[in-house]
Nanobody, 124 residues
Framework: VQLQASGGGLVQAGGYLRLSCAAS????????MGWFRQAPGKEREFVAA????????YYADSVKGRFTISRDNAKNTVYLQMNSLKPEDTAVYYC??????????????????WGQGTLVTVSS
């Protein structure tokens, strides 16, 4: 499975961005896709995830109410709409595929494939 993330950039605080992540290859065992982020000097952390069948969504507390994850099954693409961005949202954002049917999807260890990352910078 190959993942191509896009949509990062520089935005002012309070602004918005929409990230996209397209999956290709052997995607038939995709049970969920997620977004993680890693800020400079910090560990990678969970942001949001969505089950491929059913569309259940999961969010980190820090982004609830501001970020929305969605997917287009026909395009094998997941999106992350990020509104009301804050400087602390600055990070490299990674998309990932989970082939774990019964996962909770909060842990990076539940994901088998990762995209290359896209940088989001929020200025104050």
């Amino acid at each position: 499975v190959q993942l191509q993330a896009s949509g990062g950039g520089l935005v002012q605080a309070g602004g918005y961005l929409r990230l996209s992540c397209a999956a290709s290859g052997r995607t038939f065992r995709t049970y969920a896709m997620g977004w993680f982020r890693q800020a400079p000097g910090k560990e990678r952390e969970f942001v949001a995830a969505i089950r491929w069948i059913g569309g259940n969504t999961y969010y980190a507390d820090s982004v609830k109410g501001r970020f929305t994850i969605s997917r287009d099954n026909a395009k094998n693409t997941v999106y992350l709409q990020m509104n009301s961005l804050k400087p602390e949202d600055t990070a490299v954002y990674y998309c990932a595929v989970s082939q774990d049917f019964s996962g909770t999807y909060y842990s990076e260890y539940e994901y088998s494939y990762w995209g290359q990352g896209t940088l989001v910078t929020v200025s104050s």
